[in-house]
Nanobody, 124 residues
Framework: QVQLVESGGGLVQAGGSLRLSCAAS????????MGWFRQAPGKEREFVAAISWNGGRTLYADSVKGRFSLSRDNAKNTVYLQMNSLKPEDTANYYC?????????????????WGQGTQVTVSS
């Protein structure tokens, strides 16, 4: 049974930082592209970032480029999203997802497995 468990969300002031983690089990983690998406109330789920199986390639949404950084530790079956210079518009529920294909997908339909999400709230 595949499980993706996010952690690290919380309340932070604008300009602050958070690091989200996503721990995976039940799959061969090193074979999967890992992605992060977010969804704010009343809005569609949107792509945030993705990282290739070995961490050699990353893709970021324009809205987070230069502020967020994605990394992974295949020995720990964990992917990390470092979020700096947070803005109130970053407030959302953040989800990690796993995709077995080679490319770095930016559409939610590209991903086979999903976590339950972790809430990030940025106050102004």
């Amino acid at each position: 049974q595949v499980q993706l468990v996010e952690s690290g969300g919380g309340l932070v002031q604008a300009g602050g930082s958070l690091r989200l983690s996503c721990a995976a089990s039940g799959l061969t983690f090193s074979r999967y592209v890992m992605g992060w998406f977010r969804q704010a109330p009343g809005k569609e789920r949107e792509f945030v970032a993705a990282i290739s199986w070995n961490g050699g390639r990353t893709l970021y949404a324009d809205s987070v480029k230069g502020r967020f950084s994605l990394s992974r530790d295949n020995a720990k079956n964990t992917v990390y999203l470092q979020m700096n210079s947070l803005k109130p518009e970053d407030t959302a529920n953040y989800y990690c997802a796993a995709d077995l294909s080679y490319g770095l997908g930016s559409d939610h339909s590209d991903y086979e497995y999903w976590g339950q999400g972790t809430q990030v709230t940025v106050s102004s």
